[in-house]
């Protein structure tokens, strides 16, 4: 019995010295399981972020024009709940759609998480190097300079320092898409004019400005500008007729359309897997989406407005943003695809149903329909 009493009081012994090193052990066993688990959660968040956001928000998470960053302590800090809600529902009366999958997005909640992770714990120049060894570096925006001799010029208007203080604003961020002195573009309308300045007041410029117009590529920039920067862009609507002509240079737009069969064929590779189904396998558009193989779109919309419809998307409409999903390549592959139909495009569009085979002839409903009623 004296034995038995020995080995079990040294059997407690040894449980009562090995528990509170098993717990410590199971603790640094369990920290360590988290940082690994967190660390796996942020490298994946990066190529989720790189595939779907940077369009947006850009490489380093700085924002793009009017699209908000990311990089800042209010993001950082903000709840997980709230967040994650942002993320999945996305936010109303702005370009940010849902993601979430239930939101008719394409993250689920595990990827959401990752996002998250990334958003709040990861580094964001790691996620600018990941963004550009994926190759998903957004298109760079085109912008222009104003001369401080244009600006000392512009000072002595009569409404000069208005002029002055908004000219920088247009040209760093509006010139790309309504043009160099406001004479509008392919992608956006004259703000230098008449028509405008008569049919517009101040308060309803600086609404279009501040919360953009649904439906189009303009985006709000109430996020983007300061209240007084948009005020001064509202004045240089009102009084642009005061500017003299070519106070802007023209931004350079270098060439993006190949004629290289390969760039071509590659383009309309993914012409058919992401744009057929709504522009038409020809482009000659559908209930969807318009035409595009049509010559007034050709010949009106140059290279770089038809890449940015595509990099950016149109809010509010079926056409999604695909810069954070194609590289830089390929979206010029597809411009040069689309761009190769120019010289044959037809006067008008002939739209036909989703699914409708190129050439084949409408019902009367115009489209198909099923096979009971597709004629012979």
């Given at each position: 019995m004296k034995l038995w009493t020995f080995v079990g009081l040294l059997a407690t012994l040894i449980i009562a010295a090995v528990l509170p090193w098993y717990a410590y052990n199971e603790s640094n066993r369990m920290a360590h399981a988290q940082t690994e688990l967190l660390a796996d959660s942020i490298a994946m968040g990066e190529e989720i972020y790189a595939e779907n956001c940077v369009v947006c928000h850009g490489s380093d998470g700085q924002g793009i024009s009017a699209y908000p960053g990311l990089a800042n302590e209010g993001v950082q800090t903000m709840d997980y709940d709230s967040i994650f809600k942002v993320i999945e529902r996305g936010r109303y009366d702005t370009a940010m759609a849902g993601w979430g999958v239930g939101e008719g997005g394409v993250l689920n909640d595990m990827e959401i998480d990752q996002l998250i992770a990334m958003i709040q714990y990861g580094d964001w120049q790691q996620t600018a190097h990941t963004v550009e060894a994926l190759g998903l570096a957004p298109p760079t925006v085109i912008t222009v300079e104003v001369s401080d001799e244009i600006l000392a010029e512009i000072s002595a208007l009569p409404h000069g320092n208005l002029l002055a203080a908004a000219l920088p604003v247009y040209a760093a961020n509006c010139a790309a898409c309504h043009g160099a002195n406001?004479?509008?573009?392919?992608?956006?309308?004259?703000?230098?004019?008449?028509?405008?300045?008569?049919?517009?007041?101040?308060?309803?410029?600086?609404?279009?400005?501040?919360?953009?117009?649904?439906?189009?590529?303009?985006?709000?920039?109430?996020?983007?500008?300061?209240?007084?920067?948009?005020?001064?862009?509202?004045?240089?609507?009102?009084?642009?007729?005061?500017?003299?002509?070519?106070?802007?240079?023209?931004?350079?737009?270098?060439?993006?359309?190949?004629?290289?069969?390969?760039?071509?064929?590659?383009?309309?590779?993914?012409?058919?897997?992401?744009?057929?189904?709504?522009?038409?396998?020809?482009?000659?558009?559908?209930?969807?989406?318009?035409?595009?193989?049509?010559?007034?779109?050709?010949?009106?919309?140059?290279?770089?407005?038809?890449?940015?419809?595509?990099?950016?998307?149109?809010?509010?409409?079926?056409?999604?943003?695909?810069?954070?999903?194609?590289?830089?390549?390929?979206?010029?592959?597809?411009?040069?695809?689309?761009?190769?139909?120019?010289?044959?495009?037809?006067?008008?569009?002939?739209?036909?149903?989703?699914?409708?085979?190129?050439?084949?002839?409408?019902?009367?409903?115009?489209?198909?329909?099923?096979p009971w009623m597709r004629s012979n």
């Open positions: 406001g004479e509008g573009t392919a992608i956006a309308p004259a703000l230098n004019s008449a028509d405008l300045r008569a049919g517009k007041t101040d308060d309803e410029l600086g609404r279009i400005i501040a919360n953009g117009v649904p439906g189009t590529l303009m985006a709000g920039w109430d996020k983007a500008l300061p209240a007084a920067d948009i005020e001064n862009l509202v004045a240089l609507m009102r009084y642009w007729d005061e500017v003299p002509a070519n106070a802007l240079p023209q931004p350079e737009l270098p060439p993006i359309a190949s004629t290289d069969a390969e760039v071509i064929a590659s383009g309309a590779q993914l012409y058919n897997v992401a744009c057929g189904h709504c522009h038409g396998p020809e482009g000659q558009g559908t209930p969807m989406a318009p035409a595009l193989n049509v010559q007034n779109f050709l010949t009106d919309t140059n290279d770089q407005a038809i890449k940015a419809i595509i990099s950016q998307g149109v809010p509010d409409t079926r056409m999604p943003a695909w810069g954070g999903r194609l590289t830089d390549d390929q979206l010029n592959a597809l411009v040069s695809f689309i761009r190769a139909w120019e010289p044959t495009a037809p006067a008008t569009a002939n739209p036909t149903r989703p699914g409708a085979g190129a050439g084949t002839a409408p019902n009367s409903d115009g489209g198909l329909g099923p």
